[in-house]
């Protein structure tokens, strides 16, 4: 018996058919039910934050808007509501605004899933080459922001616990989807 694809994916519920972008409350004052409005408005979502890891290393301006994302969560629609709770040691609270698109119609926007790389004590050895590369393209005093890895970068973040650390959100399942470049 043949099975085709289309219904596989229809049949597991751990996978979701959309990805979700949720607003929140900015620097400006604005709430997040305002920039909901405003991207409603503008038709736009504007990235507005660098990700990956390479922009920690790169200098303030262009370099590090090279790695300006919008993010997306691919959880299924019944349980975004994990995402909006508070979370400890979460850098951002999510609001539960937010828009939702198919992955289809994400991915033909160029909207790609994060590749989640752990760094653990001991599993790090994934990461090591990464940051090596980031590193010899600083060191080159190349424009980082027009090498092929700064296409890259900004959909790795690394994930793990240490004794100084926790970092554990792959559970998210986030999506990014670059900013144009100037």
Known sequence: MEIHI????????????????????????????QNLRSILRARTIEARSPFGPAYRSLKAGPETDSQTCVSFSETPLEHVYCLTGKIPKRQVQLSRYGLSFTRMTARQKGVNPVWYVDITPGHDWLMNPINGLIRKVIDRRKRFRTSQLARITPFIEQMGTGSSYRKEFWWEREWRHLAARA
């Open 6 to 33: 289309s219904d596989v994916l229809g049949r597991r519920s751990d996978l979701s058919t959309f990805v979700v972008h949720f607003t929140r409350k900015t620097d400006d004052g604005k709430t997040a039910r």
